[in-house]
């Protein structure tokens, strides 16, 4: 996995269940958290961040009803690289992730 995107939420085993049954069954490790994770090869990547907002968007007042807060969800961009590392992000993703407030992180490293 050379690069993938995830959606993750910070949680207790107790709120993860639920999670589940609002966004869908978690894909990550299951001992951090709920995620969702979008790898390189999937035909969802190029629109991945798209989806994750929209999915935060269409569920965000049913996740403060079980306690879920935006300081606890964060967006991820995980990208293996060689040479040189560039990417860009559409204005539209930029300003829906800081819209809702969260969190947009970005980890390179190098092959």
Known sequence: ?????KLFIECDEQRK???DRLL???NGDPDIGWSLIVEEDSPDFPHALDAFISLISKNLAELREINVSVDEISFWYMYEYEQQC???FAPHITKGIGDLGIVFCVSCWEK
């Open 17 to 19: 269940k639920m999670i």
């Open 24 to 26: 869908g069954v978690s």
């Open 1 to 5: 996995m050379s690069s993938f995107y």
């Open 86 to 88: 560039n990417m860009e």
